[in-house]
């Protein structure tokens, strides 16, 4: 069967790449397929594997319709293949290879680049689900437990879309790394996942919301900028993925943003002015405005890690071989090969953050960086309409770059939410004021009890202005006492 846009659902592993007639990847799948099942089962959401949940599945990549809605058990969902269809005359868009056709198969001086990029992509998919993994038993609604399982079934999902590229292009080193990646775990002192916001857990949903908003986000350009590949199979699989992902930070923005309309609004009730009156707030029990604050400050920070160093010879190397392209490559008017241009980093000099001209082909991370920096700031503007709407003064805002790093320029300093760099003492002194205490941890802690009633949410968060699939408020997405 040829490349289609309806996907084929006749083989076990549903796809629109013409397995049928790829035997021998279909092979290497389906021996993959028991090994991912055993790792869905002991590390995938814990206790809803028996529950029906009213999830989408992809049946074509038709940009206006792809998803059909039905109940199903998450462990018999059928993770797919998924390209989005083939461009006759893609070129290589950008790099030294610039104009020559888009490959169909691996170049071989770039094999192993490209192998590293699609491990390390492929790598965060499995993570977050172990990070999210008992999620389900706080889940303050059956539609937020519904979105939370969506979210994993996808990120299964772009697993395999990894493990396909792999298994297809890089032969037996393909198939190891395809083992590797059911073997790390998130958090493990041993087999750690790769990349370190990948290995911080998710204790509450409030830390949910956030990861989706900005980590995700960041797979988010991640995946923007591998759509830019010149390996043409890579780049269609990342555009597939792209178009799930925008759920995921429609997830996390409406999350945190009903945390905060309930918060708001439990406020206006109570005659409470002062959002910094956090036992006030606490005792209505809501997440007081500066708890979120703390939390977007650490999930923000860990994100920026994601980007790597800002000047980097890897970065530049992707980019001059045309594997990895920056946001939006093709709308960017320039020559695409960045032989002389510049561009500005932020750097510490002599204890100040100095921004200072590079060559832009070494700052194609710090471009990236704030090209996401730039998005996640269009999400808190319109939390913070939301929040100037019921009247409450409160305004959140995006920590500083130098806040909180861990890798990079930063990595080494302290520095405040403003960019002031701290002593060590300074910082220890100050840093729960910043980011989430254990006691803010215990508090939030104490709001995640279950709330699995139809139409019924937990005390801290609003309902969404609109239920999944048009369906009513009491719609019951999730069927819980069949888990
Ligand atoms: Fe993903
Ligand atoms: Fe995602």
């Known amino acids: 069967m040829p490349e289609t846009t309806t996907v084929d659902y006749s083989t076990k ?74 461009q006759e005359d893609r070129q290589v868009n950008f790099g030294t290879h610039k104009g020559d056709k888009a490959w169909q198969e691996v170049p071989g001086e770039y094999r192993a680049m490209l192998r590293r990029l699609i491990v ?13 993994r008992h999620l389900g038993k706080t889940a303050p609604s059956l539609y937020d437990m519904r979105n939370l399982f969506q979210v994993n079934v996808e990120e299964g999902r772009h697993l395999w879309a990894m493990v396909y590229l792999l298994q297809k292009y890089f032969g037996k080193d393909g198939r190891e790394e395809a083992e590797g990646l059911l073997q790390r775990r998130s958090g493990d002192a041993d087999k750690p996942r790769m990349l370190g916001a990948f290995n911080e857990e998710t204790p509450d949903w409030l830390s949910f919301f956030m990861f989706t908003f900005f980590t995700d986000r960041d797979g988010k350009m991640q995946l923007e900028s591998l759509a830019q590949s010149g390996f043409d199979p890579l780049s269609r699989t990342c ?41 006030a707030v606490r005792k209505l029990g809501v997440i007081d405005l500066p708890t979120m604050q703390k939390k977007a400050n650490l999930h923000f920070s860990l994100s920026l890690d994601l980007f790597g160093s800002e000047v980097s010879t890897n970065a530049a190397n992707y980019y001059s071989s045309g594997v990895k392209g920056r946001f939006q490559e093709t709308r960017i008017e320039d020559d695409h090969q960045l032989m002389s241009a510049t561009y500005p980093v932020s750097k510490l000099v002599d204890g100040k953050v100095k921004m200072m001209d590079e060559p832009a082909l070494t700052a194609i991370n710090m471009r990236l960086r704030d090209d996401y920096v730039a998005d996640c700031a269009k999400g808190v503007e319109r939390w913070n309409k939301a929040i100037e709407k019921t009247g409450v003064k409160f305004k959140l805002a995006l920590p500083h770059v130098a806040f909180h790093r861990g890798i990079g320029e930063f990595g080494n300093v302290k520095a405040s939410p403003e960019g002031e760099v701290l002593s060590e003492a300074e910082w220890a002194r100050r840093k729960d004021q910043w980011l989430p205490s254990k006691a803010d941890g215990d508090f939030i802690a104490s709001l995640m009890a279950p709330c699995w009633e139809r139409g019924k949410f937990a005390s801290w968060i609003a309902p969404p202005k609109a239920g999944i699939d048009n369906k009513p408020g009491d719609f019951e997405y999730v069927k819980v006492h069949q888990a």
Not at 41 to 59: E, K, N
Not at 120 to 132: H, K, L, N, R, Y
């Open 13 to 86: 592993i549903p796809n629109n790449v013409g397995l049928m007639d790829d035997q021998r990847v279909l092979k290497a799948l389906e021996q993959w397929h028991p090994g991912y099942i055993d790792w869905w089962m002991t590390m995938g959401p814990a206790g809803f594997q028996t529950a029906d949940v009213y999830l989408r599945t992809a049946v074509s990549i038709d940009p206006k319709g792809w998803a059909k809605f039905d109940y199903v058990k998450m462990p018999e969902y059928r993770w797919g293949i998924l390209l989005a269809p083939r």
């Open 120 to 132: 390390i992509q492929g790598d965060t998919e499995p993570a977050s689900v172990e990070q999210q």
């Open 239 to 279: 555009r597939f993925m792209l178009t799930e992902e925008a759920h995921h930070m429609f997830v996390g923005e409406t999350g945190v943003g009903r945390a905060i309309e309930r918060t708001c609004k439990a406020m206006q009730e109570a005659g409470i002015e002062d959002p910094n009156d956090i036992a």
